[in-house]
């Protein structure tokens, strides 16, 4: 940067220079040893040419705008004909064009919709997550788009004429049939006014009609309204059924959904989510009819790895701003780097941010493998929940804590950590809120007790010698199989989390890290906030160099 510049009254001193112009991947050892570790070593010259581009200052300030200039939804047009239409921003538009043309929203399937082979979620996952440094609110469609071939797949004929528009590179924003598009989006509308967990609640009706559904009722939240199709639950004279609903009808007319408002939502802005009602309007069924919530659950433990990916996202991007601040901002003629306390708080948060990648991009691996090895499976199963749990809830106070290591500056929406901030409570929320993923864990351990148990057995192996993990194991054990496990399953999947962390930073290779994490999380108790761990200055030296280079 420039040296200090003259105003008339003042020189500008001391101020930290932009977070900008960063290489996302070499900036980032943890997610190096990541990626790594989890199979995706030959990803690694992709993944630092993407890593540049979406770092670039150019990238931030479209992000800025794309948030700052919010969509707007045109209900009717001048004449008063109905339009249900959302305008967005060019950034915003910019940033769905780059991440469908690095196939964020497919690469993990094959041209006709099968499985694309290992390392594709994990080099997947390398990406998401450094996108979601950047700019959020564009993921929603992303993620529902990759997510709704898991789904899809339960209609073999109706997968095989959408999956080449799903598998497109071009991202086509244009208002018209998806199979006139060169590429097409997916959005899903599940939550109904009066229940979004409890999704067999849904009041929406479907009846059959032709080649398809005719289906009347509402959403409550319905995100990405220009999505080419939204996958709807409805009840079908059969039961709660999933449907493909397209924007246009087969007979090439706008398709029955009315769009009634957009969400004025905490964050997320530059995304748009609205309510809607149908109207007679057009789908195809997918799966059985009565088969809905058995339709979607591929679907949904996609969405749910997503949220966990884009929630570590946030949090290594408040970190590194922290960290960054921190090496450039005096208080009481020293750096506030290297202020012990500050030192303890953001070496903490580092701690967290590296368990938090280690055990999203080993879940990753999880699911690369799933179709082939039944164990992969398992863990994949089990720890989905868990693992969405414990990042994203973690997230909103990992990044306050790195608002406040920036001071007002934090606090300011010029910068970035404020934007940070309204953004992070919402994947907690979405696909599954807190209480909701740990009665999932439950409901796993009921019914696939065998698997769950060798799943335990095996993080741990994973963690032999690591201090607290017998402690873990037990708690765990004891927590989830006692007679009132809902009333401690937080507590208990928290664990579950921990332990997987610490497996999972054991496996990736990162030095020292994984006793540091065993020590500070599993064995000792840890205040409520962060710079209360248990970590010596040899550690937090460690772990600070390693989250950002000096
Ligand atoms: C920005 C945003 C975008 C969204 N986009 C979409 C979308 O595109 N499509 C869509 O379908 N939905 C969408 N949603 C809705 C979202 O998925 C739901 O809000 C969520 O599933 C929770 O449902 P609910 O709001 O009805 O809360 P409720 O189901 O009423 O849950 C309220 C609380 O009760 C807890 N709870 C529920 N059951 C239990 C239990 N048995 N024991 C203990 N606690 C329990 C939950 O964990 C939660 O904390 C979006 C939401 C947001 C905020």
Same mark, same amino acid.
């Given at each position: 940067?420039?040296?200090?510049?003259?105003?008339?009254?003042?020189?500008?001193?001391?101020?930290?220079?932009?977070?900008?112009?960063?290489?996302?991947?070499?900036?980032?050892?943890?997610?190096?040893?990541?990626?790594?570790?989890?199979? @995706?070593?030959?990803?690694?010259?992709?993944?630092?040419?993407?890593?540049?581009?979406?770092?670039?200052?150019?990238?931030?300030?479209?992000?800025?705008? +794309?948030?700052?200039?919010?969509?707007?939804?045109?209900?009717?047009?001048?004449?008063?004909?109905?339009?249900?239409?959302?305008?967005?921003?060019?950034?915003?538009?910019?940033?769905?064009?780059?991440?469908?043309?690095?196939?964020?929203?497919?690469?993990?399937? $094959?041209?006709?919709?099968?499985?694309?082979?290992?390392?594709?979620?994990?080099?997947?996952?390398?990406?998401?997550?450094?996108?979601?440094?950047?700019?959020?609110?564009?993921?929603?469609?992303?993620?529902?788009?990759?997510?709704?071939?898991?789904?899809?797949?339960?209609?073999?004929?109706?997968?095989?004429?959408?999956?080449? $528009?799903?598998?497109?590179?071009?991202?086509?924003?244009?208002?018209?049939?998806?199979?006139?598009?060169?590429?097409?989006?997916?959005?899903?509308?599940?939550?109904? $006014?009066?229940?979004?967990?409890?999704?067999?609640?849904?009041?929406?009706?479907?009846?059959?009609?032709?080649?398809?559904?005719?289906?009347?009722? /509402? $959403?409550?939240?319905?995100? +990405?309204?220009?999505?080419?199709?939204?996958?709807?639950?409805?009840?079908?004279?059969?039961?709660?059924?999933?449907?493909?609903?397209?924007?246009?009808?087969?007979?090439?007319?706008?398709? @029955?959904?009315?769009?009634?408002?957009?969400?004025?939502?905490?964050?997320?802005?530059?995304?748009?989510?609205?309510?809607?009602?149908?109207?007679?309007?057009?789908?195809?069924?997918?799966?059985?009819?009565?088969?809905?919530?058995?339709?979607?659950?591929?679907?949904?433990?996609?969405?749910?790895?997503?949220?966990?990916?884009?929630?570590?996202?946030?949090?290594?991007?408040?970190?590194?701003?922290?960290?960054?601040?921190?090496? /450039?901002?005096?208080?009481?003629?020293?750096?506030?780097?290297?202020?012990?306390?500050?030192?303890?708080?953001?070496?903490?948060?580092?701690?967290?941010?590296?368990?938090?990648?280690?055990?999203?991009?080993?879940?990753?691996?999880?699911?690369?493998?799933?179709?082939?090895?039944?164990?992969?499976?398992?863990?994949?199963?089990?720890?989905?929940?868990?693992?969405?749990?414990?990042?994203?809830?973690?997230?909103?106070?990992?990044?306050?804590?790195?608002?406040?290591?920036?001071?007002?500056?934090?606090?300011?929406?010029?910068?970035?950590?404020?934007?940070?901030?309204?953004?992070?409570?919402?994947?907690?929320?979405?696909?599954?809120?807190?209480?909701?993923?740990?009665?999932?864990?439950?409901?796993?351990?009921?019914?696939?007790?065998?698997?769950?148990?060798?799943?335990?057995?095996?993080?741990?192996?994973?963690?032999?010698?690591?201090?607290?993990?017998?402690?873990?194991?037990?708690?765990?054990?004891?927590?989830?199989?006692?007679?009132?496990?809902?009333?401690?399953?937080?507590?208990?999947?928290?664990?579950?989390?921990?332990?997987?962390?610490?497996?999972?930073?054991?496996?990736?290779?990162?030095?020292?890290?994984?006793?540091?994490?065993?020590?500070?999380?599993?064995?000792?108790?840890?205040?409520?906030?962060?710079?209360?761990?248990?970590?010596?200055?040899?550690?937090?030296?460690?772990?600070?160099?390693?989250?950002?280079?000096?």
């Amino acid at each position: 940067m420039a040296g200090p510049m003259r105003f008339d009254t003042h020189e500008i001193f001391n101020q930290s220079p932009p977070y900008v112009d960063v290489d996302l991947l070499a900036s980032d050892l943890p997610l190096q040893e990541a990626v790594r570790a989890n199979g @995706g070593g030959d990803e690694m010259a992709a993944l630092g040419a993407f890593g540049r581009r979406w770092g670039s200052a150019e990238m931030a300030a479209a992000a800025r705008l +794309a948030n700052d200039n919010e969509p707007e939804l045109k209900t009717h047009d001048a004449r008063g004909f109905r339009l249900d239409v959302v305008e967005f921003h060019p950034a915003y538009h910019g940033f769905m064009a780059a991440s469908i043309e690095a196939g964020l929203h497919a690469m993990t399937w $094959k041209g006709d919709g099968s499985r694309a082979e290992a390392p594709s979620e994990v080099a997947r996952a390398a990406r998401y997550y450094m996108v979601a440094q950047i700019e959020n609110g564009h993921m929603c469609p992303i993620t529902m788009t990759r997510a709704s071939v898991g789904a899809l797949v339960m209609q073999p004929a109706l997968l095989r004429q959408l999956m080449p $528009k799903i598998a497109s590179r071009r991202y086509d924003p244009s208002f018209r049939p998806w199979r006139d598009k060169a590429g097409m989006t997916v959005g899903m509308g599940m939550t109904e $006014k009066q229940g979004g967990t409890d999704v067999r609640a849904n009041t929406t009706r479907a009846e059959p009609a032709g080649e398809g559904y005719r289906v009347t009722g /509402h $959403k409550w939240f319905m995100s +990405a309204p220009m999505s080419d199709l939204f996958l709807v639950l409805a009840q079908a004279p059969g039961g709660l059924t999933c449907f493909a609903m397209p924007r246009f009808a087969p007979d090439g007319n706008v398709n @029955g959904l009315r769009l009634q408002r957009l969400k004025d939502k905490l964050g997320n802005r530059s995304n748009a989510s609205c309510e809607v009602e149908f109207v007679d309007a057009f789908a195809w069924r997918v799966g059985d009819e009565g088969r809905g919530v058995r339709t979607i659950i591929e679907m949904v433990q996609l969405t749910r790895l997503d949220c966990a990916i884009a929630s570590a996202g946030l949090m290594r991007m408040a970190l590194a701003q922290a960290v960054h601040h921190t090496r /450039h901002r005096s208080v009481f003629q020293k750096r506030l780097a290297d202020q012990p306390m500050m030192r303890a708080v953001t070496a903490d948060m580092a701690l967290e941010v590296e368990g938090a990648l280690a055990l999203v991009m080993r879940l990753c691996r999880a699911f690369d493998h799933a179709a082939q090895d039944g164990e992969e499976a398992a863990r994949a199963r089990l720890l989905t929940p868990a693992v969405k749990y414990w990042v994203c809830k973690n997230a909103p106070g990992l990044v306050y804590e790195a608002m406040e290591c920036l001071g007002g500056n934090g606090y300011v929406e010029e910068g970035v950590v404020a934007r940070l901030y309204r953004e992070a409570p919402v994947n907690a929320i979405w696909e599954g809120s807190g209480n909701v993923m740990c009665l999932d864990v439950l409901r796993a351990l009921a019914r696939e007790a065998e698997a769950a148990r060798a799943v335990l057995e095996t993080l741990q192996r994973d963690c032999a010698g690591l201090p607290g993990t017998a402690e873990a194991v037990s708690f765990i054990a004891a927590s989830l199989s006692a007679p009132d496990a809902e009333g401690h399953a937080r507590a208990a999947v928290e664990q579950l989390a921990l332990l997987a962390a610490a497996a999972a930073l054991a496996a990736s290779g990162a030095p020292g890290v994984a006793e540091i994490f065993a020590r500070a999380r599993l064995a000792a108790r840890r205040g409520a906030t962060f710079g209360t761990a248990a970590l010596d200055p040899e550690a937090a030296t460690h772990l600070l160099a390693r989250a950002l280079p000096a």
